[in-house]
């Protein structure tokens, strides 16, 4: 196979060594481990792991985290591994069976525009219960507002193209938010995903994993977080301006009845966007398109929307919902549609 393995690994045990003797056994020319920094008394299992001639040995001197190791690991495969399509990357805790790191690596040499995940079920009751809700949790959002149809977000059986190893080097994250900013790239990127099932298996209730669930949490969905809070701020702004807006046109043009809803919404949304515009360009997004194409983009789906909000809001009033109230549930769906068009589509690049 010209597929490279990689392993990082902390503080390993017995287990990692049984995980590079499989690798060496199954025909991996080159297998690389990183060493994260651990502790003294776990560095024998990597110094008993080089004696295998396939094996080379990447230390960091302090824990950098998991995508730290997996961009070492990279750098030093893109500067020898000329002849390799890519990486397959795996846990060192022995629960990624030999066999599926060998699918992987071979789905890799047949898919290497894609992105190789191998997905494992979640169904059964060995499945610890953080890893099930986490996992379904992260597959919806990246299902319903991002556009990336995966199985398994949490994976780290993964064939990664040479190609693809070069543009994320530059991608944000060093420690588990890494594995899921390499998901949200691979739109981005035009790099497919190509998913292989493989065995679920969790040793002593995935005891050895070093997935910190409130810290990791909150870096995985930082993209997410960054966007409620930049369209939390907007909403606010919108919300409040809106109201202050019916009021004064309610006193100053009461005639106008209904199109007053209209105005509000209009001069509101025009302040409101503005905001939002700059923030989720260059904060949430990061767009590298210029702003022209973008602002050309990005207004034409705010006509949409305010056209949208305001209509709904009329609807809902000939029922007797009143304005300011029936305008909270049409902002929160029209929300959820307007996070996936302008990731997909404003802001793609």
């Not at 995980?19 to 003294?40: H, I, P, Q, T, W």
């Not at 949790?137 to 991002?146: E, Q, S």
Request: aromatic share 10%; charged share 20%.
């Amino acid at each position: 196979m010209k597929v490279t393995a990689v392993v990082p690994s902390l503080n390993p045990d017995e287990k990692f060594l049984k995980v590079v003797k499989g690798l060496v056994e199954a025909g991996f020319e080159s297998v690389l481990l990183v060493d994260d920094g651990s502790r003294a008394e776990n560095k024998i299992w990597f110094e008993r792991a080089v004696e295998y001639p396939q094996c080379t040995l990447l230390v960091h001197e302090v824990n950098r985290g998991k995508g730290r190791a997996l961009k070492t690991a990279m750098e030093h495969f893109l500067s020898r591994n000329s002849d390799h399509v890519g990486i397959v990357t795996l846990d060192g805790d022995g629960q990624h069976a030999i066999p599926d790191v060998v699918n992987c690596a071979k789905a890799l040499e047949e898919h290497a525009d894609s992105l190789v995940l191998g997905v494992r079920s979640f169904q059964g009751e060995q499945i610890p219960a953080r890893s099930r809700i986490g996992n379904g949790i992260t597959v919806g959002v990246f299902r319903h507002l991002c556009g990336i149809p995966v199985t398994d977000t949490q994976t780290g059986l993964r064939g990664i193209s040479r190609s693809f190893c070069k543009y994320l080097l530059s991608v944000k994250g060093e420690r588990f938010e890494f594995e899921t900013n390499m998901l949200l790239e691979t739109r981005r990127a035009n790099m497919k995903i190509h998913e292989v099932p493989i065995q679920t298996v969790y040793l002593e209730e995935n005891k050895s994993s070093h997935f910190r669930p409130f810290h990791d949490s909150v870096a995985i969905y930082w993209l997410i977080v960054k966007y409620l809070s930049s369209s939390l701020l907007s909403f606010v702004i919108d919300w409040g301006l809106c109201w202050f807006l019916l009021w004064l046109f309610g006193r100053v043009t009461p005639a106008f009845g209904d199109i007053n809803i209209y105005l509000a919404t209009a001069g509101a949304r025009i302040a409101s966007s503005l905001f939002n515009f700059f923030m989720n360009r260059t904060v949430v997004f990061r767009s590298r398109d210029g702003v022209g194409k973008t602002a050309l983009r990005y207004y034409s789906l705010c006509v949409i929307q305010m056209l949208c909000s305001a209509g709904l809001v009329h609807l809902l009033t000939w029922i007797g919902c009143p304005a300011m109230v029936g305008k909270i549930p049409v902002d929160i769906l029209l929300f959820f549609i307007s996070f996936r068009v302008q990731r997909t589509w404003v802001f793609r690049k």
